[in-house]
Nanobody
Framework: QVHLQESGGGLVQAGHSLTLACRVS????????MGWFRQAPGQERDFVAA????????DYDDSVKDRFTISRDNVKNTVYLQMIRLKPEDTAVYYC?????????????????????WGQGTQVTVSS
């Protein structure tokens, strides 16, 4: 069973930075495409960023492009989300997700139903 554990959330002021980490256990990490999603209170869960199993392909929602960077370390079985110039509207619970893929599928997906495994989430709060 694949287990995902997020860390790194917290309270920051607008304009500051934060880096989230998601450590994966119980699976073959380099057979997993990874994604980050977020859910603000009263809203649906939204796509944030995704990275293919090799790390060669990435995708971002337009709202975070040029501010957020997704990366992965296939030795540490960890995916990261570096967030800079944070805004109050980035406040949400951030979820890490894993999509089992074949080595031939070095692609990303921004559809939450493609992801089979999810973490518990980590709260990010950006104050104005």
């Amino acid at each position: 069973q694949v287990h995902l554990q997020e860390s790194g959330g917290g309270l920051v002021q607008a304009g500051h930075s934060l880096t989230l980490a998601c450590r994966v256990s119980g699976g073959t990490f380099n057979r997993l495409a990874m994604g980050w999603f977020r859910q603000a209170p009263g809203q649906e869960r939204d796509f944030v960023a995704a990275i293919s199993w090799s790390g060669r392909s990435t995708d971002y929602d337009d709202s975070v492009k040029d501010r957020f960077t997704i990366s992965r370390d296939n030795v540490k079985n960890t995916v990261y989300l570096q967030m800079i110039r944070l805004k109050p509207e980035d406040t949400a619970v951030y979820y890490c997700a894993a999509d089992p893929v074949d080595y031939s599928s070095d692609f990303t997906t921004n559809m939450d139903f493609d992801y089979d495994y999810w973490g518990q989430g980590t709260q990010v709060t950006v104050s104005s």
